[in-house]
Structure formats: C-alpha cells, structure tokens
C-alpha cells in the first residue's frame, strides 16, 4: 500500500502546468481530527472534478518524538472510513515527508548558493539583548557577514528588503504581508534538518501540487512559503485557507475541551455518509436550500470560491440529526447489518449465544426509526437478549406507583398466562387496554408498569411488539420478579 513518489529535484515544474493535484498533509501525533477530515473532503473534491485529478496523502512524519505508527495507520484508515482511498484513482499515496530529507537539504544548499538564504549563528537570547522589542524578531545580523556551515549555524531565508508578499487566496481573497513584519526566518538547523517551512514546500513541488486547500492556522505561514516557491522560480499553487472551525461557545475546536476525534464518532455509530454531508457543510453550501445530499450531489457542485471565510460551527446537534436521517433511509438489510458490531461483537452486553438474529430483524424496522447512532441499538434491544432487564431506577419510581403499579402487573399476569391468550402485538395491546380499562386505567397508565417490568425502562420499541419478540414464557417470568419486588417494597413501608 505504501509507494515511493518516483519524482526528483531535476523534475522541478511549475505546478500550474500540471493537472489539478491536490494535497492532504496530516501529522501523525493523535487521533484524527474532525478539522482533518473537513479538509481532506474538500480536496478530494476538488481532485475527483478532473478525470486525472489527484488527490495526494502526505504524511508529515518528521517529528520523530511525536508520530507514532498506529496514528499513521489510524488516519489511513478514518480516510478510507469516509471514502478517500486507493480504491479510486484520484487517490494518489500515501508518501512520507521523512523520505525527502535529501531533496529538503539539496534544495536548503540551492537557496544558499543562490544568496537567498545565509548561516547564522545568533543564539535567541543575543537577538533580544539587541532587541529594545524582542517581539520584533530576528534583526539579520548575520546576512553580511558570510558564515559557512558550521556548529550552531542556522540557515536563515532572506527576507526580500521591502514591498510586501501578496497572497491571493481564493477564499480570504488578497491579502498583504509587510516584509517588515517577516524576519529572516529558519528553514533548516545546524545539523541541516529542514524545518517545516521549507520542507512543506520542497514537498509540495515534489508532488506537483497545484491547489493548496488547508485550515485557517496555516495562513500565516503562507507568506514564507510563497517566497520560498518565489525563490525557487515557480508559481506558487492556489491558496485557500478554510475557515475555522468552532464549538457552540464560538471557541475553536479543542482536543481537549471538545469531542473531536473522527474515530469517536465513528465507534459510536454514525455513518460515514452523514459524517461526509455534515463536514462538507462546514463553511461550504451547495447553493440551494437542501443539506441532506449524498456525496455523489455534493462533490459535482463543490468550488472552493463558494467556501465562507467565516467561522463554522460544529453543531453535534445536527451532526445528530442528520445521521438519524441517513440511518431511516438506509435498507432494512442494511442496516441491520451495521448494527452487527453492537449486536453480536465484542461490545455486545449480553451473551454471543443469547443474541437471536430472526429476533432482531423482526424488531429492527421499529429500532431503525428511533436511533440516531447505532450505538443506540443497545439500549433499545437489550432486553430481548439479557437474562433479566437492565433496570432504570426512575423508570421504576415513575410506574409502579403503590398499589396500581402492582394492581396491573397481577391482572396482565393472569390474563397473560391464560392458554387462549393469543401471543400477537395486536392481540397483546387489546388484551392490556382491557386489563387496564377493568381497573379504571387508560392504556398509557396500563401499559407503563408492564414496559418497565419487562424491558426496564418508560420508553423504547413499541410494547407489544416487544411483548411478542420477547414471548410468553420470558414475560411472564419478568412481570413475577417485578411483582415480588414490589411486593417486597409494601411490606418494608407497612414495617417502617
């Protein structure tokens, strides 16, 4: 799966003459951002408009002490989730930026021979001393004084002397940075290792990328990779920086305040098709009013000059709601197979061998319109497969109330343990309207001590059909536990 990018310093075009090649350049140091995906979706789009469109993954694997195989891997994998893989042929990768460490350093020795970079050997402390401002940056002390390579020599880029760097940006459109504002900024250390600023860009030429589409964060570096492209005699490629994502105290997205890491979602049961509408509708709209449409209706219509520069906010909300729409429309068979993780995986609650496949299909299309994650399946279907019923304290307190809780479970005993008694939804439900009418109760009292009985629970599938699923024998057997709990409960008030 992993490929050599054949391409060499020698090879170096302008990218404006190659087909649209777009890239999505992660660094493998955590779980995989839902930001991430948002960018990588937007350039897959962009990418898959051409018949020979690429879209590139690049994993930016320099940082030694951070990056971790299983984090590499994890992003290979979120990517395939939501559809982006070498399954399709404007997939192009992965490469590794640690494999280009000699086109960084020949490409560093370039600009020095050129006199667009030079050696330096101020340390940060003596650049303050000279500093009435340290927040000033690096004065260019050593520009003239012709250093070779050296220990503790930095390569510093000279920073063209006045005039600023425009950048256009099809999103933010132009904007200006004063070289004055820009010191003479390191693109590689003593040792000759690039630093990211160059090594993105040697990257970028590398792969011939012709559409740089990234985050917001990224826009103040684009000035001293502009100049370095500039440097290097090519035509920089087309900027666009997306808009920053936030939560709903309009902060940017956080690690460590907010959920937002792609495998979560994912292990909680939404489908990637939702994830892929929702994320595509971060800062993006089609141009109508529809928001539900599937990838093959979004990507046609997708243009990076129609992205908002504005922030966009991550409404888990709707994230929520739309998966639930993805999920009612899915087929029965279908989703019943996606329901398989938590039915009959590892994750399941209840004994592999207790799980009823026939069971659960006849109670899934009542499951399917009630879930929004598939994680949810659980608690809805649980009490179908456990030995007894996970009980929820409050629903017990709200329906078994003193006396008519115990009243209408005795009474649908009897009448559910009568032989003639026909075990169906319909003949269930009139059998308890009747129970309950013969004790002055309307069908939603009756029915409330009989749910909780038997599932745990107020609310869930619909009784009676659980009622037929679950069967006769198991009810019956549910409804006596209750009884000799609340039972237990009478003569422990009548004692207090």
Known sequence: MFRECTSTPDTLVAVTETPIRTRFAPSPTGMFHVGGAR??????????????????????DTDAARNRPEWTDGIIRALAWLGISDADPHFEGPYFQSSYADQHRE??????????AYYCDCTRDQVQERR??????????CRDRGLEPGPGRALRFRVPDGGPTVVEDRIRGRVEFDHAAIEDFVIARADGSPLFVLANVVDDVEMRITHVIRGEEHLS????????????????????????IVNEQRKKLSKRRDKVALESYQEEGYLAEAMVNYLMLLGWAPGDDREIMPWSQMQPLFSVADVNSSSAFFDEKKLRAFNGEYIRALELDDFIHRCQPWLSGDAAPWDPADYDAAVFRAVAPLAQSRVAVLSEIVPNVDFLFLSEPVEDEKSWNKAMKPGVGREMLEAAQARFADPGQEWTADALKTATEETGASLGLKLGKAQAPVRVAVTGRTVGLPLFESLEGLGRERVLSRIGAALERLRNQEKDAAQA
């Not at 490409?107 to 667009?116: E, I, K, S, W, Y």
């Not at 009435?132 to 002390?141: A, T």
């Open 39 to 60: 960018s990588a979706l937007f350039n897959w789009a962009l990418a898959q408009q051409s018949p020979e469109g690429r879209m590139v993954l690049r994993v930016e």
């Open 107 to 116: 490409t560093a020795q370039r600009l020095h021979a050129d006199g667009r």
């Open 132 to 141: 009435d401002n340290p927040n000033l940056g690096y004065d260019g002390f």
């Open 221 to 244: 570096n684009t000035p001293k990779q502009q100049l370095l492209w500039e440097a290097l005699g090519l035509t920089p490629p087309v900027w666009a920086h997306l808009p920053v």
